[in-house]
């Protein structure tokens, strides 16, 4: 029998067979292959949530680097003067750039071979600022605002162009996005209910000495409001460029003497090496879709943006730590006493509107509202026309003929710390704000407030036990831990003031923080209401005491001229209806 024909077409059959099997073998490896990479690129991005090494391919994430339009292979130096303009990615994937860590950060990868193309500028710099510009970081975004149509139209900055000057009155501003993960290219606006939080850029700054006179008490008022002057020393300096190197001490002067310049307490004292500081556009408000109680701790709540009302009935300790881990990264923190006086200084300088800040007269607490007309007395307990009594007016309310929003063209800037939209907002009227400013008893604890009831909730002594309207919390001398109290923060973030029992011992002040400067002080009465005002602008002038050992700045919206940026006011730490207080980001 002859074999061989069936031979050779059985072996040509076993080598198709063969062959079809590697082939759908080979498939195989390489589907699981492209799968096994595809789970090692999504496992990293989980693990480091989407940071891409400083090499340029990786995890199929290839990056292309533009740098003032021309290609590169190579990131350009941090701390040179390239600063990140744009991040395009494709596939879906968006990007932010980290500044601490000078690398992208690649968010939604989905998809294998995803490109990015990270474009660097040479960085605008304002000359007068000498080195003190708007330092940015991730999620931080530059921004302009422009009025248009009676609109506040916010578009993305580029940073290769002036976006600000000091000069000018044009105070750098920044937006925090409700979605990080949304980008916007320069020049795009940014719809306002995109926005989270407003803030503005507070450069770090020398001012001339001009009152170191101790007011240990009520005297006569003579009219002082002046220049004050500012020079922006160099970034890479403490204080070595101050003639008076600054005591941040309550009722210490060190070696100041009128004339001589010091750097502001605010940029020194634990936030040495900083060039300046991002502080809240707007009082801080609550964003009303997380659902908290007014009175706690909770960063997710908060919001700084104009047309809402602001966030109050919350204590100090409440507010300090719901501030301190909202951003924790740029250190965010609730606002000092000397904050607070760094802001009302520049203000009053050349680079600011160097005049009172138009009040916030809106009853219901809205943010960046203005009242029509400028006050001409202070409180009264009524509403007074200032058409009908323009030489004794005090118009507050919510009608729209007496307050109008911060986009309103009739008062666009009046409300604002440079005149223009550019400023800071809330610091005349609206709600009397508290800051991290509180007094130590008499033995020379920390305190927590006035007694049981009324107190911060920041653990510490009690400074008037006995006005407790509880008499069995009467033996109660400090508030515990057990109590529910929180510990007070690190040192740098409070200013504290030395133990007075009168509201008019102003020579406790710390020379910055615009209490003891603004004096001489006396009494003035408006109507039956007798308050203690200031030299500047009969602003009101209550300082720390014993009843009432934590300050509150800027006054209320009912308060005419005794409201304003030098006004500063004293409170138990309750938590009421007419407190709120605002963020400051120091990176």
Request: hydrophobic share 30%; charged share 20%; proline share 4%.
């Amino acid at each position: 029998m002859e074999l061989n024909p069936f031979k050779v077409k059985n072996k040509k059959k076993q080598v198709f067979i063969i062959s079809s099997l590697l082939i759908i073998i080979s498939l195989i490896v390489v589907v699981i292959i492209q799968s096994y990479a595809l789970y090692e690129v999504q496992k990293e991005y989980d693990v480091i949530e989407g940071s891409v090494p400083t090499h340029m391919d990786n995890f199929d994430v290839k990056v292309a680097l533009t740098i003032d339009g021309t290609p590169s292979t190579t990131f350009p130096e941090k701390g040179s003067n390239k600063t990140v303009d744009s991040i395009i990615c494709d596939k879906g994937a968006t990007a932010t750039w980290d500044y601490e860590k000078w690398d992208i950060i690649v968010h939604n990868v989905k998809q294998t071979k995803t490109k990015c193309q990270v474009n660097f500028v040479t960085k605008y710099t304002d000359s007068v600022l000498n080195g003190n510009d708007p330092v940015l970081a991730e999620n931080l975004i530059p921004v302009t605002i422009e009025n248009q149509n009676g609109e506040n139209i916010v578009k993305k900055a580029s940073q290769k162009d002036a976006w600000y000057s000091y000069q000018d009155k044009q105070w750098a501003n920044a937006v925090i996005l409700k979605d990080e993960n949304e980008t916007y290219k320069a020049g795009e606006e940014i719809p306002e209910d995109k926005i989270e939080s407003y803030f503005v850029w507070i450069p770090k700054f020398d001012y001339q000495i001009f009152n170191i006179t101790d007011y240990p008490d009520l005297g006569t008022v003579t009219n002082k409001v002046e220049t004050i002057k500012i020079r922006f020393n160099a970034s890479s300096t403490t204080d070595t460029s101050s003639e008076c190197k600054s005591p941040n001490k309550s009722g210490d002067i060190g070696t100041c003497t009128v004339g001589k310049w010091m750097t502001h307490p605010a940029f020194v004292d634990g936030f040495e090496g900083i060039t300046g500081m991002w502080v809240g556009k707007f009082e801080t408000s609550r964003d009303t879709s997380v659902s908290i109680k007014e009175n706690e701790i909770n960063s997710d709540a908060i919001q700084i943006r104009p047309n809402v009302s602001s966030w109050r009935i919350i204590q100090p300790a409440h507010a300090f730590y719901s501030t301190y881990h909202y951003k924790r990264e740029l250190d965010s923190h609730m606002m000092k006493n000397t904050e607070w006086g760094a802001v009302a200084y520049l203000t009053q300088s050349q680079y600011g509107k160097t005049s009172q800040v138009r009040i916030n007269n809106n009853s219901n607490y809205v943010t960046g509202y203005a009242g029509v007309h400028e006050p001409t007395i202070g409180y009264t307990g009524r509403s007074i026309s200032c058409t009908t009594t323009p030489s004794a007016c005090n118009e507050y309310g919510t009608d729209t003929n007496i307050t109008k929003p911060w986009n309103d063209t009739t008062t666009l800037g009046m409300a604002s710390t440079t005149g223009n939209v550019t400023g800071i907002y809330d610091m005349n009227g609206g709600a009397y704000e508290y800051v991290m400013g509180s007094m130590m008893n008499d033995k020379g604890m920390l305190t927590s407030g006035r007694h049981s009831t009324w107190n911060s909730n920041f653990i510490g002594a009690l400074t008037y036990p006995n006005d407790d309207s509880n008499t069995n919390n009467r033996i109660k001398t400090e508030w515990t831990q057990e109590d529910g109290g929180v510990p007070y923060p690190e040192n740098k973030y409070f200013n504290l003031y030395q133990y007075g029992p009168s509201d008019s011992g102003y020579n406790r002040r710390i020379l910055g923080d615009a209490t003891g400067e603004m004096g001489p002080f006396q009494d003035k009465t408006y109507d039956t209401q007798t308050r203690h005002v200031s030299s500047w602008n009969d602003n009101e002038a209550w300082f720390v005491f014993r009843n009432s050992p934590w300050f509150v700045r800027g006054s209320s919206w009912n308060n005419g001229t005794g409201a304003g940026m030098f006004a500063f006011g004293n409170a138990d730490g309750v938590a009421a209806g007419i407190y709120s207080f605002r963020v400051v980001l120091s990176i």
